[in-house]
């Protein structure tokens, strides 16, 4: 499965489009992690524990959106964007879309 | 009498924000001299003689916390206006360092040019009053092998 972000892959021909593709998750960071970050808070610095959540939250998201892709026969997913909105305090959607396709 | 842990929390938030702050800078110059090798195009398309290449996404994302002297002065900054110098460097350390670990996502996959970068900003929370003031960056391309 070839994923990228630009409109074509390079050297290579799309011989058939298949719709959008997309992949979702909902996340919240845990106590253990939010009592580090109130301490955080106050001398600053990178937030570890969220950066890591974050990553962890659009790699499922993508996975989900490749997991869709591959249902519906597709070998690559172009033109990518995640977004990222907050649901409520506290807690954030990810989210992966893109067109699926059938390369050679 | 409650003015006191606040200038407390204030000053222990200036010293240790601005140590941490110039060692991140020092670092992330650092690591930018090392991957300068990696070039990263805002340009949708590669040029067609990379047509031939192998594509891969490429991503980095980094969190960023405020730290407590910055969220006073940027508390005092909005009564009066005007640029706020202590986000400002705030986001310039996000972005970069964004950008530093998807380049470095882009060499480990063997990647040395990164087309269609995208950046997304996104606060987690809204930095209100019992809430983190944070702040997130997210870094994407298609790098070419």
Redesign the interface.
């Known amino acids: 499965m ?10 290579k021909r799309i011989t058939k489009h298949l719709g959008m593709v997309q992949g979702n998750t909902v996340r919240t960071k845990h106590l253990g992690r ?1 009592i580090m ?2 301490l ?8 570890v524990g ?2 890591e959540l ?2 962890d939250a ?1 790699q499922e998201a993508t996975d989900r959106m490749i997991e869709q892709a591959k249902s519906i026969g597709a070998n690559a997913v172009l033109n ?7 649901v409520s ?2 807690a ?1 959607e990810l989210f992966v879309y893109g067109t699926a396709v059938v390369v050679d | 009498m409650e003015l006191i842990p606040l200038l407390v929390l204030t000053i222990i938030g200036y010293l240790s924000g601005s140590i941490i702050e110039r060692r991140h800078f020092r670092s992330i110059r650092e690591r930018e001299s090392q991957l300068i090798g990696i070039l990263t195009f805002s340009a949708k398309l590669p040029p067609a003689e990379d047509f031939d290449k192998q594509s891969v996404l490429v991503t980095g994302n980094v969190v960023i916390s405020v730290d407590y002297f910055k969220h006073i002065s940027a508390a005092l900054r909005n009564l009066i206006g005007g640029r706020v110098i202590a986000y400002e460097t705030l986001m310039d350390r996000a972005r970069r360092e964004a950008i530093l670990r998807m380049k470095t996502d882009a060499k480990e996959k063997g990647a040395s040019q990164i087309f269609n970068v995208k950046l997304e900003t996104s606060s987690i929370s809204k930095g209100g009053a019992n809430q983190i003031g944070s702040v997130e960056v997210f870094a994407y391309g298609t790098g070419l092998i």
Do not use: C
């Open positions: 070839i994923v990228s972000n630009i409109e074509i892959i390079p050297g939010d970050a109130v955080k808070n106050i001398v600053g610095g990178e937030l969220y950066t974050l990553n659009r990518v964007r995640f977004s990222t909105s907050s305090a506290g954030a």
